[in-house]
């Protein structure tokens, strides 16, 4: 299974970094691309929230329906997105480090469809910057 990992050390609280990851309406203020995000659940933070992300990619929106399946307050949050074939699992980790807080994004794919066995290792790349280039957003925002 595709896996991409990026961390960041961020001049910030854990709590703050936690919060700016975990909590859907900080996490899109933080993200540039993000456009728009619908909830789904009436629960808009932890395990159960659903949501619709509308981000904007090289100049089209696309739009994706996503689920916190866990959340550790201060820790952890997994996000879990089922489109195009393919199982997007991500989790976000916080850490206390020397001088800040070591941000960790996990994303694992899991194609379900044949197209997406065959395209998902070949867009990891693609993928991976755009994971950078989230918590590069997340790290400018938290040290703010």
């Avoid at 900080?26 to 932890?46: C, M, N, Y």
């Amino acid at each position: 299974m595709p896996r991409a990992v990026v961390t960041r050390t961020i001049e910030a609280p854990a709590d703050t970094v936690f919060r700016t990851v975990a909590h859907i309406d900080q996490f899109s203020q933080a993200i540039p691309h993000i456009v728009k995000v619908e909830f789904l659940s009436d629960v808009r933070t932890g395990v159960g929230t659903r949501f619709r992300e509308t981000r904007r990619m090289k100049g089209k929106e696309s739009t994706v329906e996503l689920e916190v399946t866990e959340y550790v307050p201060g820790e952890r949050v997994r996000i879990v997105a089922d489109t195009h074939g393919t199982v997007w699992d991500t989790v976000f980790t916080v850490a206390p480090s020397a001088g800040g807080t070591l941000l960790t994004m996990a994303m694992e794919a899991r194609p379900h469809r044949l197209l997406s066995r065959l395209m998902t290792p070949m867009v990891m790349g693609v993928i991976r910057k755009a994971l950078e280039d989230d918590l590069d957003a997340v790290k400018a925002f938290c040290e703010r």
